[in-house]
């Protein structure tokens, strides 16, 4: 599983770890993808990067669904807790509430935290 | 599972998100800055006491030892060391918070 | 049993490469297996020769080269982090090589466990 928890741009936490899904999808792995706390933020849509010159990312995160990554996550109150609710997000994530996280979480075998 | 916690909790939210979402059954190890949680007579005290409730709470002595505050540890939670993290890493899935 | 490491953060800024090493050294003194260290993100930085901590330090590069001539570990630094942050063949120390991100992946497939510092 790949958790994304940390906000885009700030650092590159979000970016490098979205290459990371990108391989592990390529590597045809039943991958799953839970965005938590500011990771919520990095597939916020309506992003425009120009004027501080760093690449927009968000739209790499459309391109997961070709890579049969279809286990796709977003915790709830992250999500409600920043004001922000499915509609305004770049792909369409299942919103799974705090218990389900935990359930989620004791399936997987490794965790990538990023 | 056992949820590592390398941040200060004055500084992040590791660690109120890996006690958010971390299963009754499962244990939260502290250590880098981390281990400040672990520390008594302080504002975050109570909140710790209130997470060991639910999980076992382990604070990682290197890190301690290297703080000077091996002899300020809340009274309950486990103080290991290196070859302990690994039996717990070995015994337990692992989810690195920060 | 198998254990895979992943390293996130560089040298010196953060406790985690240190906490990686101790973590690994204790593994292996305890018998287990260290299939490989995957260096990411900022953790390629820990893979350069040209780093010159002051004497008294620990020389980080070299504790983890040391290391992997003892046990004759598997050292892999992400080759696309690398390239970003300036890191190629001719700075890197011994028993350290430059891979694909494709190598975490095998790491997470064959290990019993992949402990990850940093982040």
Redesign the interface.
């Known amino acids: 599983m790949i958790?994304f928890?940390k906000a885009p741009y700030g650092s590159i936490y979000a970016f490098e770890g979205l290459e990371n899904v990108l391989i592990m999808g390529a590597y045809d792995q039943d991958v799953s993808i839970l965005f938590?706390?500011d990771g919520v933020y990095s597939i916020k849509d309506g992003m425009d990067t120009e004027a501080i010159g760093i690449k927009n990312f968000s739209p790499t995160f459309r391109a997961i669904e070709a890579y049969d990554i279809e286990k796709l996550y977003i915790d709830k109150e992250s999500l409600e807790s920043r004001g922000l609710s499915v509609d305004d997000l770049v792909i369409e994530p299942k919103v799974i509430d705090?218990s389900e996280?935990?359930a989620l979480?004791?399936e997987?075998?490794?965790?990538f935290?990023f | 599972?056992l949820h590592?916690v390398?941040k200060s909790p004055y500084d992040s939210?590791g660690l109120e998100?890996a006690s958010?979402?971390?299963?009754k059954s499962s244990g939260i190890l502290l250590?880098?800055?981390g281990v400040y949680a672990a520390m008594s007579g302080t504002a975050y005290e109570d909140r710790i006491k209130e997470i060991m409730g639910d999980h076992d709470v382990y604070a990682l002595k290197?890190?301690l030892d290297a703080r000077g505050i091996a002899d300020r540890v809340v009274d309950g939670v486990k103080q290991i060391t290196?070859?302990d993290?690994?039996?717990l890493?070995?015994q337990n899935?692992?989810?690195?918070?920060? | 049993?198998k254990?895979g490491i992943l390293i996130l953060e560089g040298p010196y800024q953060h406790?985690?490469s240190d906490?990686a090493y101790?973590?690994a050294?204790?593994?292996l003194?305890?018998g287990?297996e260290v299939l490989r260290v995957f260096f990411y993100q900022d953790g390629v930085l820990n893979s350069t020769k040209l780093m010159e901590p002051q004497a008294d330090d620990r020389h980080i590069q070299r504790q983890w080269s040391e290391l992997q001539e003892q046990y004759d570990l598997d050292y892999v630094v992400c080759v696309a982090a690398a390239k970003r942050r300036g890191i190629n063949d001719d700075v890197i120390g011994p028993g350290f090589k430059i891979g694909g991100l494709g190598m975490l992946t095998e790491v997470a497939i064959e290990a019993d466990?992949v402990?990850?510092?940093?982040?």
Do not use: C
């Not at chain 2, 899935?93 to 920060?98: D, F, H, L, P, R």
């Not at chain 3, 402990?115 to 982040?119: I, S």
């Open positions: 958790v928890r938590i706390d705090a996280v935990e979480m004791e997987q075998k490794n965790f935290m | 599972m590592l390398n939210t998100s958010k979402y971390a299963g250590f880098e800055d290197e890190d290196y070859p993290f690994v039996d890493v070995e899935k692992v989810a690195s918070w920060s | 049993m254990f406790e985690s906490s101790h973590f050294k204790a593994a003194e305890k287990h466990r402990v990850q510092f940093g982040a």
